[in-house]
């Protein structure tokens, strides 16, 4: 197993790489240390390995954790759950009203995972099991969940993404952990000093118009900081926002072309990753950078998503 330390946030925010894709800074689990010992995300079981490891390495004990929040039920962030929650036995998983009957039973979840990633599905994300429904606490819009003494936690539907997604508020950073709403942060550029953050269009649920007006929202909160489930935080919250609602657009711009010539996603994922690229070269960014391969995983999976958004404006 690699060995990384948690990176340190704050005094109570802490990040555990989960190297899902067996790749560095590309997902992680958020370790809120309040009274109430917080995890965001489990990423997929391939990743809880690291988990542990790291709560570890941070002094924390598993009996100690009360809380594992998924921000949605896409095995990439909560594939992990089912294995997670046996390891901590005083804790409780917290989903969306939209995601609870998947992570009880995640049998479709996992066959809509199959057919995505096709025979490197078994070492990305097994095992995948099934969480008692009794470990369960379904939050929705406008809920809360106390953490601790000064920390309130408040839950917002953020569609576009997923239906089965929310956003979760940290009123003591004013940072929001967003899952995948409003886009990917790659930590790989930032030591080139760059910033790219790209919508996260996969399929099933899609919806650019949802997505704007969550990205809109969040965006009107005028927040300090964003934690994002790929990966990591920014306090450019501002750019992040304004970047990720304008690469949206482009993306739309792009599918939509393609469409109407009757092309399908290989066309848009390449138009896509040649945009980016341009965009990319333009900041010094070489070609064969390594970034590239986790933008062009994102938009090969993006594109069957804008695929699918076309396919329903037909119906």
Known sequence: MREKDPIRLDDRIHLIDGFDLDVSNRTGTYVINEENLTLVETGPSPSVKYIKAGLSALGHSLDKVKYIIVTHIHLDHAGGAGLLIRECPNAKIVVHPRGER????????????????GDSFSELFDPITSVPADRLLVKGEGDVLEIGPECTLEFWDTPGHAKHHFSIYDPVSNGMFTGDTVGVRYEQLVPSGVDLFLPSTSPNHFNPNDMEASIQRIQNKKLHRIYYGHFGMTEKTEEALNQVSEWLEVYMEVGEQAIVEGRGYDTISQRLLERIRTYLREKGIDDEHEVYILINLDLQVGALGIVDYFKTLKQ
């Open 102 to 117: 998947h992570l009880i039973d995640p049998k479709k979840l996992a066959s809509g995972a199959r057919a995505i990633y």
